[in-house]
């Protein structure tokens, strides 16, 4: 019931589009047939009436035809492709329907066999109109398509800046850095020296984060500069209890992933799984070659309650919608949870 209503606008449209087309026509034959000029016979009647049906099956057909390319060849993907492909269907399917029905008229409503050389200067004409009605027509279509992708790509773009004001809060969590301050605390009274190093540290990932956010996307070796100051804020805080490895062959690093997507993970990683002495948690980031997917494997150790997966890994599957039809992958079975992220390769040509 909701998908025949939210259509039904444009069905009102094409049934009024075809009415006016009809009505058109009938007003054009009335004219002609009331002419006091013109002897009006039943011939002349269903001759009018052979193109009215005629006008009819081409405009439903062509409709049909072009509601069928517009999911296969999409304008703005397809152009070139679309602009022959249409053509010609259009071309096959209209030429066609004026032979089929010529020869039907002639067979049905007269005595007169159809005659070759009213099939060609018919076919020839009838060729010329429908190129340059259907030239037109996809001048039409094309404006309206790239309309339409102007609006989406204007919505896309909002949507965009929204899901990255939220990842900058989501960053800028009161928990994280009332835990980093309260370890700043700590290593002042026992490490000056250390203190000042974490500081520098801790200061530069908030400075990335802040500048970050400005980029659609970036290269894997920055934001693996970047997460290595993560991991080292992250190693005073927990120290031997978590094992992070990074294992990435250096010809993957020229390709692109949205910016603070390994932070993200990571953290979010840290914050749903239980980290201690006993039971230290494990993570692991590689290339899946196979895939060309970037890992990140750890070991499940669930916190007590919690059932979601996280609004990093949410925000990152999102922002990676813009960019690629590539599926973030999330795989969990009983001992690990593991997250494929596609990486992204730039077209330089």
Known sequence: MKSYSSNLPLLKKRYLQLSLIIFGLILISSIYLLSPELTVNILTILTVVWMMVIVGFLWLGNSAINRILNKIFPWLTFGTTRFFAELLLILIYSLIVI?????????????????????????????????????VYFGISFLRSWRKSELEAERMQKEQVKTQLKALQNHLDPHFLFNNLNILSSLIDRDKEQSKVFLEHFAEVYRGLLKKDLNDIIPLSQELEFLETYIYLIKIRFEENIQISINIDSKFKDYYLPPLALQMLLENTIKHNKITETKPLK???????????????????????????????????????????????????????????????????
């Open 99 to 135: 032979n089929g029905s010529y020869y039907l008229f002639k067979s049905m409503f007269t005595e007169d066999p159809p005659v070759l050389d009213q099939l060609i200067v018919m076919n020839i004409y009838g060729g010329v109109l429908i190129v340059i009605v259907t030239s």
């Open 283 to 349: 993570v692991d980031v590689f290339i899946d070659e196979g895939t060309r997917k970037l890992v990140i494997k750890n070991s499940l150790q669930k916190k007590t309650g919690q059932v979601d997966k996280g609004s990093g890994l949410e925000n990152v599957t999102q922002r990676y919608s813009y960019f690629t039809d590539e599926a973030v992958e999330v795989i969990e079975n009983s001992d690990e949870f593991i997250v494929k992220i596609p990486l992204l390769e730039i077209d330089r040509t």
